[in-house]
C-alpha cells in the first residue's frame, strides 16, 4: 500500500467516524418511531456540531480535501485499476461531497438557525433529510473501502499469477537445458 491509497483510506476511514457519531442520533430519526425527545436530542447536538469552532470545520474539510487529492494522484496512474478502482471511488466520494453540500450543510443551517417563516414541521423534515444524507454518505464511504479492498486485493492476485507463469518458465527452461 502506497502512500496515495493511505491518503484515501485516512480520508474514507475519518469520514466514517465521523458518520458513526452522527449515526447514534440519525437512527432514532429513522428506524425508530419520531419522538420529541429524539428530535430535541437532533437538534441539540446537530447545534453543537453546526456550532463548533472553525477549526473543527477545517479539520472536516481539509480531510475532504486530501480524500480527494489522493484519488486524483492515484488516478494519474491511468492504468486498467487506477481507471476502474480509483475512478468508481473517486466518483463516490464526489457523490458524498454534493450530499454534504446540498444536503447536510443547507439542513444544519435550517435546523440550527430557522428563519421565521421555516416552522416547526420544516425543521422536523430538514433534520429526517439530515439523517437520510448522512445515510447516503456512509453508503458511499463504504463503497470506496469496498473498491480500495478490491483493488489490492486484484493487484495481489495479478502478482501471485504472473510469479506461478514465470515459475512455470523457468522450470521449462530448466527441463529445456536438462534435454540438451
Not at 473498491?147 to 523457468?170: D, Y
Request: aromatic content about 12%; hydrophobic content about 50%; proline content about 2%.
Amino acid at each position: 500500500m502506497g502512500f496515495r491509497q493511505g491518503a484515501v483510506l485516512f480520508a474514507t476511514c475519518f469520514f466514517l467516524g465521523v458518520e458513526f457519531v452522527n449515526f447514534n442520533i440519525d437512527q432514532r430519526l429513522l428506524f425508530q418511531p419520531l419522538t420529541q425527545k429524539s428530535l430535541d436530542d437532533a437538534y441539540f447536538y446537530y447545534a453543537t456540531f453546526f456550532n463548533a469552532p472553525i477549526a473543527v470545520r477545517a479539520l472536516l474539510h481539509s480531510v475532504m480535501g486530501v480524500g480527494i487529492l489522493a484519488l486524483i494522484a492515484k488516478l494519474h496512474q491511468w492504468d486498467e485499476s487506477a481507471v476502474f478502482f480509483d475512478g468508481t471511488s473517486l466518483g463516490l466520494f464526489m457523490a458524498s461531497f454534493i450530499v454534504y453540500m446540498s444536503v447536510v450543510v443547507p439542513g444544519l443551517r435550517t435546523v440550527v438557525t430557522p428563519n421565521e417563516l421555516e416552522t416547526e414541521e420544516i425543521r422536523q423534515e430538514a433534520v429526517t433529510v439530515l439523517a437520510a444524507g448522512n445515510t447516503l454518505i456512509v453508503f458511499c464511504l463504504v463503497g470506496i473501502l469496498a473498491l480500495q479492498g478490491g483493488q489490492e486485493w486484484a493487484r495481489r492476485s495479478e502478482a501471485q499469477l504472473l510469479a506461478a507463469v514465470e515459475a512455470q518458465e523457468k522450470e521449462a527452461s530448466l527441463d529445456e537445458k536438462k534435454k540438451q
